[in-house]
Nanobody, 117 residues
Framework: QVQLMESGGGLVQSGGSLTLSCVAP????????LGWFRQPPGKRRELVAG???????NYTDSVKGRFTISKDNAKDTLYLQMNNLQPDDTAVYYC???????????WGQGTQVTVSS
């Protein structure tokens, strides 16, 4: 398994913004389905935003209009721009890459996002 590397988390006040980045070590993102997950304390991991196989984006309802997922295939980098952050957004955020051919998942270690009132 290949480890992904998230960065950009931190502590912000309600209404603030953060941009998360996820980097793959070996030029693999062009053949993977990409997305961001998060896991609040005491809750299950959930999908936040992702790319479908046709390139369309999808978002969980709670972040629509506030979060934007994007990618740079040349840099093997995935981004999540998060605006107007709220305390309910507090969670560990994980980058995920799925290979539909091998049916394998790649995960990063996660980056902590904490939003204060």
């Amino acid at each position: 398994q290949v480890q992904l590397m998230e960065s950009g988390g931190g502590l912000v006040q309600s209404g603030g913004s953060l941009t998360l980045s996820c980097v793959a070590p070996g030029s693999i993102f062009s053949r993977y389905v990409l997305g961001w997950f998060r896991q609040p304390p005491g809750k299950r991991r959930e999908l936040v935003a992702g790319f479908a196989v046709d390139g369309r984006t999808n978002y969980t309802d709670s972040v629509k209009g506030r979060f934007t997922i994007s990618k740079d295939n040349a840099k093997d980098t995935l981004y999540l721009q998060m605006n107007n952050l709220q305390p309910d957004d507090t969670a560990v955020y994980y980058c995920n890459a799925y290979d539909p051919n091998s049916r394998s998942f790649l995960w990063g270690q996660g980056t902590q996002v904490t939003v204060s009132s």
